[in-house]
């Protein structure tokens, strides 16, 4: 199983980046994915969540409006759209695969940093 984050890096307030989570190993299509964030010192916080069938989506209340997350069952890959970035975006962004099915199956990619600062 691995999930690889890309699109990370430092961008200005008020910028936008994208991130990229490209999943193999797994039957992609049956799990919901999920971004989460985390800085020093604190716990990791959900960000956006997308089910399987990319039909439903929810996001955590200091992103909403800002950042989209979509995924493509085809290439296996989910994103984050992030818009209007903040100084407190500023975290390492995780990639999640959850599913529970009989028992949890449950991945992790290593994350990508995002920065933003002027």
């Known amino acids: 199983v691995q999930l690889v984050e890309s699109g990370g890096g430092l961008v200005q307030p008020g910028g936008s980046l994208r991130l990229s989570c490209a999943a193999s190993g797994f039957t992609f299509g049956s799990y919901d994915m999920s971004w989460y964030r985390q800085v020093p010192g604190k716990e990791r916080e959900l960000v956006a969540r997308?089910?399987?069938?990319?039909?439903?989506?929810k996001y955590g209340g200091s992103v909403k409006g800002r950042f989209t997350i979509s995924r493509d069952n085809l290439k296996n890959t989910v994103y984050l759209q992030m818009n209007s970035l903040k100084p407190e975006d500023t975290a390492v962004y995780f990639c999640?695969?959850?599913?529970?099915?009989?028992?949890?199956?449950?991945?992790w990619g290593q994350g990508t940093q995002v920065t933003v600062s002027s």
């Open positions: 999640n695969a959850y599913r529970d099915y009989y028992k949890i199956y449950d991945y």
């Open positions: 997308i089910i399987s069938s990319g039909g439903s989506s």
